[in-house]
């Protein structure tokens, strides 16, 4: 079973920066294209960055240029640098494959964007 253990979020001030770290168990690790998630209150799960085994990353339009996909393919960990964070940016975030090969869900790591 694949596992994916999710850490560094935390509470922090609109306009400050967090890093979050994921370090997976998956032994076809650098086969995938991995991608970071996250879920609001009351709402869906939504993608918010993804970084294919060649290094190719993608962000939707309203990450808005504040986030940064990263993965180390030794260590098996896939970091996400999230800048200028928003109010809007409070959810759990989670890391997991893209969403054509999920393999089970984290806990997830919280971050709360508050003044």
């Known amino acids: 079973q694949v596992l994916f253990v999710e850490s560094g979020g935390r509470l922090v001030r609109p306009g400050r920066s967090v890093r979050l770290s994921c370090v997976s168990s998956?032994?076809?690790?650098?086969?995938?294209?991995m991608a970071w998630y996250r879920q609001a209150p009351g709402k869906q799960r939504e993608e918010v960055a993804s970084?294919?085994?060649?290094?190719?990353?993608d962000y939707p339009d309203f990450v808005g240029g504040r986030f940064f996909i990263a993965r180390d393919s030794v260590k098996r960990t896939v970091f996400l640098q999230l800048n200028n964070l928003k109010p809007e940016d409070t959810a759990v975030y989670y890391c997991n494959r893209d969403e054509r090969n999920l393999a089970s869900w984290g806990q997830g790591t919280q971050v709360i964007v508050s003044s």
């Open positions: 998956d032994p076809d690790f650098n086969r995938y294209t």
């Open positions: 970084i294919s085994a060649a290094g190719k990353r």
